[in-house]
């Protein structure tokens, strides 16, 4: 894979994990998890990892690499998959989440890292 796919597969994963937010902030309020101290820390959680994305998409095009920024990336990834195993957000939900689970999977892979 090139750095011309690496840097498409980041750019969708960024978008991806945006449009994952706004479902995921829709669920959240509708789950039941609303009005609790664990609806504002799943925000956090999810709004946090779309700023990675972001950040590591960013770093990637200006220097080719994302060895500081994909392990944090994983890390918050591996976070929210244990809340929504632990508090179900819904079909939509679900479905932007495996949509980024697949990208990062294949960043990962790409970078030699298991997914």
Not at 23 to 28: E, H, L, R
Not at 62 to 85: G, H, Y
């Amino acid at each position: 894979m090139n750095d011309k796919d690496l840097e498409n597969m980041m750019k969708n994963l960024k978008e991806d994990a945006k449009k994952f937010r706004s479902s995921f902030n829709a669920a959240v309020g509708k789950s039941t998890i609303r009005k609790t101290r664990q609806e504002k820390e799943a925000k956090d959680l999810v709004e946090l990892f779309q700023r990675q994305t972001q950040g590591m998409f960013e770093h990637f095009k200006d220097k080719k690499n994302a060895d500081a920024e994909l392990p944090a990336v994983r890390d918050s990834a591996d976070r929210i998959e244990k809340l929504l195993t632990t508090t179900p957000m819904g079909s939509q939900v679900d479905e932007d989440w495996q949509r980024v689970k697949s990208e990062l999977g294949s960043i990962s892979t790409a970078f030699g890292l298991k997914s």
